[in-house]
């Protein structure tokens, strides 16, 4: 997607050769136009699926995957991180480490919003070592139901997520690809949509 290349060429700082920042229109200043651009291109490559509902994972994944559920005319649902386990049956859960941030959460999901008879989008901002979206793949196991894709805003291709979800089975199409980082040095290679 050039336009989310051209944001991230232009705002985008390489922190390292491995952490991109982008604070200034996704993690914390959140570009709106941007995101709702996001959710059109997401949905007309997914709008014949047969998708029910869109996932994500809190925070950052919810604004693209709000405009994404809203461009599909399907319901979202944000896959919570709880600190500890929640020993009731009505939630699912899985421990989900984070390479980069060095944290671990209980990604948590109540099980009234979902069945089996649902098909899942799960959308998220970064693709890094593939933790979160495997977890959030690993609750939808647990509800019964399908994944349908897995829509990335910004992959990292040097590191292992799209492997790692692929050899899984999951289709995952990512908006922009970043192939090397370095200080001051940002490339892609060709995106997916
Ligand atoms: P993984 O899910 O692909 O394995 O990623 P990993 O555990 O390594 O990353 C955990 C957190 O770090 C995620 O955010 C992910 O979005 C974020 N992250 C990974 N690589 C980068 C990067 O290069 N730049 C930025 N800005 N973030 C990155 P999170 O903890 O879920 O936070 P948030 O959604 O609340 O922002």
Same mark, same amino acid.
Not at 45 to 56: E, Q, R
Not at 169 to 184: D, F, H, M, P, T
């Given at each position: 997607?050039?336009?989310? %290349?051209?944001?991230?060429? /232009? %705002?985008?700082?390489?922190?390292?050769?491995?952490?991109?920042?982008?604070?200034?229109?996704?993690?914390?200043?959140?570009? +709106?136009?941007?995101?709702?651009?996001?959710?059109?291109?997401?949905?007309? @490559?997914?709008? @014949?699926?047969?998708?029910?509902?869109?996932?994500?994972? %809190? !925070?950052?994944?919810?604004? +693209? /995957?709000?405009?994404? /559920? /809203?461009?599909?005319?399907?319901?979202?649902?944000? =896959?919570?991180?709880?600190?500890?386990?929640?020993?009731?049956?009505?939630?699912?859960?899985?421990?989900?480490?984070?390479?980069?941030?060095?944290?671990? @959460?209980?990604?948590?999901?109540?099980?009234?919003?979902?069945? +089996?008879?649902?098909?899942?989008?799960?959308?998220?901002?970064?693709?890094?070592?593939?933790?979160?979206?495997?977890?959030?793949?690993?609750?939808?196991?647990?509800?019964?139901?399908?994944?349908?894709?897995?829509?990335?805003?910004?992959?990292?291709?040097?590191?292992?997520?799209?492997?790692?979800?692929?050899?899984?089975? @999951? %289709?995952?199409? !990512?908006?922009?690809?970043? !192939?090397?980082?370095?200080?001051?040095?940002?490339?892609?290679?060709?995106?997916? =949509?």
């Amino acid at each position: 997607m050039k336009l989310l %290349e051209d944001k991230i060429s /232009a %705002e985008g700082k390489a922190l390292s050769e491995t952490v991109l920042k982008v604070d200034s229109f996704i993690n914390h200043l959140v570009d +709106p136009v941007l995101m709702q651009e996001i959710g059109k291109t997401f949905a007309a @490559y997914y709008k @014949y699926k047969g998708v029910t509902k869109v996932f994500t994972i %809190e !925070s950052s994944g919810i604004a +693209p /995957a709000v405009y994404t /559920a /809203a461009a599909l005319g399907v319901p979202m649902v944000i =896959l919570k991180k709880q600190t500890s386990k929640i020993l009731s049956g009505n939630v699912y859960q899985t421990n989900i480490t984070s390479f980069t941030k060095g944290t671990s @959460y209980e990604l948590t999901l109540n099980s009234q919003y979902i069945c +089996p008879e649902d098909r899942i989008l799960i959308i998220d901002d970064f693709l890094a070592n593939g933790e979160a979206a495997t977890g959030a793949s690993t609750l939808v196991k647990k509800g019964g139901a399908e994944i349908v894709g897995i829509g990335i805003l910004i992959e990292k291709v040097f590191q292992r997520g799209r492997k790692r979800l692929e050899d899984q089975g @999951y %289709e995952v199409r !990512s908006l922009a690809r970043v !192939s090397k980082l370095a200080k001051g040095i940002i490339q892609f290679t060709e995106a997916d =949509l």
